[in-house]
């Protein structure tokens, strides 16, 4: 990719100012002018996608709801086990990225794949209840990022899976198993993320470990692009809805 293709997505990212009343609209001014050129820029910030769907089982004829899945990009690194679906939904609120994800389907022909823009708080598909939920550097974006894992463990079935990987940190005094971070990383990464409505929390952890019973929990760090020696925590979350227990 091109400099100049890398340094029009960082002014959109770091200079351009974002309007807009309600979140959608935020979501969309954000994202206008970067969504030809965002899949291309976030594979080298957004790092733990490919390994999260990796591990994630797709059941066969199952639903898949991709919650703030933007241009579908999810979807590439699923390969044949994709046929394996009854359903998947691309879920955003950004129209610009959804116009990316619809050429990306008609460009495989995937004949079970809808993009749909709709609230991850709210949406609810045709056919539920949904085998597979996953929130993709997503839940750091929604404002009512507890109402959309409810909202979330509403739609799953007994049994069902939710998986998530997204930027965080962690409290000051963390609970067993995770991490601590150092004071700095508490405080500048929810500073630096917040200029661009992206709000890294130190609850959203220990939540996910409180509602679901945990399959998979990792934490890392990666590089971030233009800026050597300097990395960003981020956790990758695979959770399942018990099969017997209160909502």
Not at 18 to 42: P, V
Not at 175 to 188: G, L, N, S, V, Y
Request: hydrophobic share 40%; glycine share 6%; with cysteine.
């Amino acid at each position: 990719m091109s400099l100049r293709k890398d340094w029009r997505v960082l002014y959109h990212m770091l200079l351009s100012p974002i309007r807009g009343q309600s979140h959608a609209e935020r979501l969309e001014s954000f994202y206008q002018g970067q969504a030809e050129h965002y899949d291309d820029f976030r594979t080298r910030l957004l790092h733990g996608r490919h390994d999260l769907i990796q591990a994630l089982s797709l059941p066969h004829h199952g639903i898949w709801v991709d919650m703030g899945g933007g241009t579908g990009s999810n979807l590439d690194y699923v390969g044949d086990r994709l046929n394996r679906l009854a359903q998947v939904y691309v879920v955003d609120l950004s129209s610009s990225l959804l116009d990316v994800a619809r050429r990306r389907i008609q460009a495989h022909a995937w004949t079970n794949v809808t993009a749909i823009e709709g609230d991850a708080t709210r949406f609810v598909p045709p056919r539920t209840p949904i085998d597979l939920i996953t929130f993709s550097y997503s839940l750091t974006m929604i404002p009512d990022w507890f109402a959309a894992l409810d909202h979330a463990w509403l739609l799953l079935r007994p049994g069902g899976v939710v998986g998530i990987v997204d930027f965080y940190v962690s409290r000051k005094y963390p609970p067993a198993p995770c991490k601590r971070h150092a004071w700095f990383t508490r405080t500048f990464w929810p500073l630096w993320f917040g200029f661009d409505n992206v709000f890294p929390s130190p609850d959203h952890v220990p939540y996910l470990h409180h509602r679901f019973d945990v399959q998979t929990f990792s934490e890392h760090t990666a590089p971030m692009p233009y800026a050597p020696g300097v990395c960003t925590p981020y956790y990758l979350f695979i959770g399942q809805k018990p099969q017997v227990g209160l909502d």
